[in-house]
């Protein structure tokens, strides 16, 4: 009602009019937006009120998808994944305010896990890495290489990275298999080959003794693969390469003999292999066919007993070669009791005076390639057996004295050549005796003679 307020000029007036009472309806305030979307098993809190005041509520129209739980918490979690149910949210009425229900559609999907891979990968040829990616939801993780090219160059097994490839790259990727919660999910890394170095060394001396002969054998790490290692010399004149083969060609200088391996599409160059050499004469010897001679003496008698030259090499193999001539024995007479000539080349020892021994000796000078050599032998000098000596008259019986008495009686035999020589060597009697001759005479005694040649 509406009415003026007294006044004594005028009447008292007044209206009224009939207002309607009605229920107000209620507004939802959000604080933030709901998720729609959620991944198994998230959950949510509904970040919301209304303009009342009053609380509220949620239902699920699917339990077995979404669940929820009431205030205070407003709270709504995905029970399934595939799927999703509608969330009711609402407000019953009261003296003052209308029943409210607003509604909103929650999807339940799939969690998309995430995978660590952060350990550095080996990329060069020959490396073998064991793979060590990760999943958050704790699925095996496993890996592929992407392409066919790519398992050319590398392969993997149980769970190792092995590359085979020293060149191009490859693409691996770590994943893990779909599940009913989780998507399937991968990570690719690039990884960009690398050749493998290489080192290389020797493994056996070199022989550097003239006309010796080596195979050479420097080896690399890249042998697994059959790359052959290559050989140079520094001085070919003292020491060759041939197929792999050293070849000392002199006895005396230096050479450095280098090895080395230039790599190919898997493996660098190795560094080089040296090997520096001092060439060395070679050992010979000299053997004479008997070490010791013995002999009977003749007038004409000629020893030969000829030095013989060892440890001369054969030729060598590729290509073939012949040693350098060793030089002409020379031999000499060293020492010894008997007298005779040695023949300094031909090694003859003649011209007897004096039986005995002597110690010959055989002598090589030493020259660019090859040590001096010696040798020698004893050589024994008998005395020849002489045939026996025999008189004229054997048995010369009993002779008359008178003062001119003499006798004569050759004896013959021995060697033929040698001096007779007459002594008396006994018996009663006296007398004088021409030695070159055997003439008995000037006796002086009676009695008997023994004489003797000799």
């Given at each position: 009602?509406?009415?003026?307020?007294?006044?004594?000029?005028?009447?008292?007036?007044?209206?009224?009019?009939?207002?309607?009472?009605?229920?107000?309806?209620?507004?939802?305030?959000?604080?933030?937006?709901?998720?729609?979307?959620?991944?198994?098993?998230?959950?949510?809190?509904?970040?919301?009120?209304?303009?009342?005041?009053?609380?509220?509520?949620?239902?699920?129209?699917?339990?077995?998808?979404?669940?929820?739980?009431?205030?205070?918490?407003?709270?709504?979690?995905?029970?399934?994944v595939?799927?999703?149910?509608?969330?009711?949210?609402?407000?019953?009425?009261?003296?003052?305010?209308?029943p409210?229900?607003?509604?909103?559609?929650?999807?339940?999907?799939?969690?998309?896990?995430?995978?660590?891979?952060?350990?550095?990968?080996?990329?060069?040829?020959?490396?073998?890495?064991?793979?060590?990616a990760?999943a958050?939801?704790?699925?095996?993780?496993?890996?592929?290489?992407?392409?066919?090219?790519?398992?050319?160059?590398?392969?993997?097994?149980?769970?190792?990275?092995?590359?085979?490839?020293?060149?191009?790259?490859?693409?691996?990727?770590?994943?893990?298999?779909?599940?009913?919660?989780?998507?399937?999910?991968?990570?690719?890394?690039?990884?960009?080959?690398k050749?493998?170095?290489?080192?290389?060394?020797?493994?056996?001396?070199?022989?550097?003794?003239?006309?010796?002969?080596?195979?050479?054998?420097?080896?690399?790490?890249?042998?697994?693969?059959?790359?052959?290692?290559?050989?140079?010399?520094?001085?070919?004149?003292?020491?060759?390469?041939?197929?792999?083969?050293?070849?000392?060609?002199?006895?005396?200088?230096?050479?450095?003999?280098?090895?080395?391996?230039?790599?190919?599409?898997?493996?660098?160059?190795?560094?080089?292999?040296?090997?520096n050499?001092?060439?060395?004469?070679?050992?010979?010897?000299?053997k004479?066919?008997?070490?010791?001679?013995?002999?009977?003496?003749?007038?004409?008698?000629?020893?030969?007993?000829?030095?013989?030259?060892?440890?001369?090499?054969?030729?060598?193999?590729l290509?073939?070669?012949?040693?350098?001539?060793?030089?002409?024995?020379?031999?000499?007479?060293?020492?010894?009791t008997?007298?005779?000539?040695?023949?300094?080349?031909?090694?003859?020892?003649s011209?007897?005076?004096?039986?005995?021994?002597?110690?010959?000796?055989?002598?090589i000078?030493?020259?660019?390639?090859?040590?001096e050599?010696?040798?020698?032998?004893?050589?024994?000098?008998?005395?020849?057996?002489?045939?026996?000596?025999?008189?004229?008259?054997?048995?010369p019986?009993?002779?008359?004295?008178?003062?001119?008495?003499e006798?004569?009686?050759?004896?013959?035999?021995?060697?033929?050549?040698?001096?007779?020589?007459?002594?008396?060597?006994?018996?009663?009697?006296?007398?004088?005796?021409?030695a070159?001759?055997?003439?008995?005479?000037?006796?002086?005694?009676?009695?008997?003679i023994?004489?003797?040649?000799?």
């Amino acid at each position: 009602t509406a009415s003026t307020a007294p006044n004594p000029n005028y009447e008292d007036a007044s209206l009224q009019k009939v207002v309607e009472l009605s229920k107000k309806d209620p507004v939802i305030i959000w604080d933030k937006e709901p998720t729609k979307k959620l991944e198994y098993p998230d959950c949510d809190t509904l970040h919301a009120k209304f303009d009342n005041g009053k609380p509220i509520e949620i239902t699920s129209s699917d339990q077995s998808k979404i669940t929820t739980q009431t205030p205070p918490d407003s709270t709504f979690c995905i029970a399934s994944v595939g799927g999703g149910a509608t969330i009711t949210i609402k407000q019953s009425d009261d003296d003052n305010y209308n029943p409210v229900e607003y509604f909103i559609e929650i999807i339940g999907s799939k969690v998309t896990p995430t995978i660590t891979w952060p350990q550095q990968l080996g990329n060069v040829y020959f490396d073998e890495t064991l793979l060590l990616a990760t999943a958050s939801n704790d699925s095996t993780v496993k890996y592929m290489l992407s392409s066919a090219s790519d398992s050319s160059r590398a392969q993997i097994i149980g769970g190792v990275l092995k590359i085979h490839s020293g060149v191009d790259s490859i693409r691996i990727t770590a994943y893990v298999d779909s599940t009913y919660q989780y998507y399937k999910v991968g990570v690719t890394r690039t990884i960009y080959l690398k050749k493998k170095a290489q080192d290389i060394r020797w493994t056996d001396d070199l022989k550097t003794t003239y006309f010796d002969e080596t195979t050479l054998t420097a080896t690399t790490t890249a042998s697994i693969d059959d790359l052959q290692v290559s050989y140079s010399s520094s001085n070919p004149a003292v020491a060759d390469i041939v197929n792999g083969k050293l070849r000392i060609l002199k006895g005396s200088g230096t050479a450095t003999i280098t090895a080395y391996q230039n790599g190919d599409a898997n493996w660098d160059t190795a560094g080089i292999a040296t090997h520096n050499i001092t060439a060395a004469k070679r050992a010979l010897q000299i053997k004479f066919t008997k070490d010791t001679m013995t002999v009977t003496f003749t007038p004409t008698l000629a020893v030969m007993n000829p030095a013989n030259v060892t440890g001369k090499p054969s030729p060598l193999s590729l290509p073939p070669l012949q040693p350098t001539d060793v030089g002409k024995i020379g031999y000499t007479r060293i020492s010894g009791t008997a007298d005779a000539l040695v023949g300094f080349r031909s090694g003859e020892v003649s011209n007897f005076t004096v039986t005995g021994s002597i110690v010959v000796g055989a002598t090589i000078e030493a020259d660019s390639n090859y040590k001096e050599a010696q040798a020698s032998y004893l050589l024994i000098i008998d005395n020849a057996k002489q045939a026996p000596l025999v008189f004229d008259d054997p048995s010369p019986g009993r002779k008359q004295y008178s003062p001119t008495f003499e006798f004569t009686n050759i004896a013959r035999g021995g060697s033929g050549s040698g001096i007779i020589t007459y002594t008396i060597t006994g018996g009663t009697g006296k007398a004088k005796i021409d030695a070159g001759t055997s003439r008995l005479y000037a006796v002086t005694a009676l009695g008997t003679i023994v004489v003797t040649a000799t």
